[in-house]
Each structure stands twice: as structure tokens, then as C-alpha cells.
């Protein structure tokens, strides 16, 4: 039986979601003394931050450019 996290995870994944960087609340609690939905709001913050989101977008043109020489689409996402 797949435990329900990973039940989760692979419906995720299905969907076209990489799982591999899922953040976790305990990586907050291992930093700072608070409690699950402090950390949880400040993983969601960071998630849509966006400078974070910008630095994922060039690593995306980066990477698919140089690594596996894919040609940009005409479309801006």
C-alpha cells in the first residue's frame, strides 16, 4: 500500500508537477522556533515570491538552452 504522501506526490507528478524541490514545513522549523502554519505561510510566500519566481525562470532558459540546446518557443510565458 503507498502511503498517502506519496499517493499525493505521484497524482502530482501525473499531472506534470515536479516533486522533486517540495518543500517542507520542518525545513522552517529546523531554522526558527514556530509553529506549522507560521512555517507553512512562509514556505508559501517564498513559493510565490517574485524574485523566486523570476530566478526559476531564467534557470529554465538557462538550462534548457545550454544543457539540452532547446530552441526557445515564440510564445512568452
Not at 512555517?39 to 515570491?49: R, T, Y
Amino acid at each position: 500500500m503507498i502511503p498517502d504522501r506519496e499517493k499525493a506526490k505521484q497524482i502530482l507528478t501525473n499531472a506534470g508537477y515536479n516533486m522533486t524541490g517540495l518543500l517542507h514545513i520542518n525545513r522552517v522549523q529546523k531554522r526558527f522556533k514556530c509553529d506549522r502554519e507560521t512555517a507553512f505561510q512562509i514556505l508559501e510566500k517564498i513559493a510565490n515570491h517574485n524574485d523566486v519566481i523570476d530566478e526559476i525562470d531564467h534557470l529554465i532558459d538557462d538550462i534548457a538552452e545550454d544543457d539540452f540546446n532547446l530552441e526557445r518557443e515564440d510564445n512568452e510565458v
